[in-house]
């Protein structure tokens, strides 16, 4: 009976344990600390609970997966959609990392763009910040007939 009580405390102990290190791993993941809390976790299952510090490292590590997932779908997501040197907004524009206030000023002053090295052959951004953006960004023209449409005289 004894034994059966014993281990039955031992198993909720061990289950506040890992409740305990989940919510310690979700608020270090956003620090670069989570081995600390993994080690301080398994030194306390050393001291009186088995068999959880395999699950604590599992959870840690769980965490920290799924921190790198949401870091590496950001940078999709701001990857994914080109922002169009000729028509995007000063906002727009800033919103690639990399293109700044006056990089965006520059580039608005700059327009119309034949294609994106234009930025990098006129000088409006250097070498190393066009390498960095160059991906994200992307110059359309026009379409043929809206730009007829627009030099056409009106019949009145």
């Known amino acids: ?30 620090t670069p600390d989570v081995k600390g809390a993994v080690q301080s976790s398994a030194d306390s299952t050393k001291a009186g609970v088995k068999g959880t510090a395999a699950d604590t490292k599992a959870a840690a590590k769980s965490a920290k997966e799924k921190a790198k997932g949401a870091a590496a779908d950001t940078k999709t997501a701001a990857k994914g959609t080109l922002v169009d040197i000729n028509t995007a907004s000063e906002a727009e524009l800033k919103a690639v990392p990399g293109i700044g206030d006056t ?26 910040a066009y390498d960095k953006v160059h991906d994200q960004i992307i110059a359309k023209q026009p379409a043929k007939d809206a730009a007829k449409a627009a030099t056409k005289p009106v019949k009145k």
């Open 1 to 30: 009976m004894k034994k059966g009580l014993i281990r039955s405390i031992l198993a909720a102990t061990a289950m506040l344990v890992s409740a305990n290190l989940a919510l310690a791993v979700d608020a270090t993941v956003k």
């Open 103 to 128: 990089y965006a000023a520059k580039i608005i002053a700059g327009r119309p763009y034949a294609n994106k090295a234009q930025l990098k052959s006129r000088n409006i951004l250097p070498g190393p």
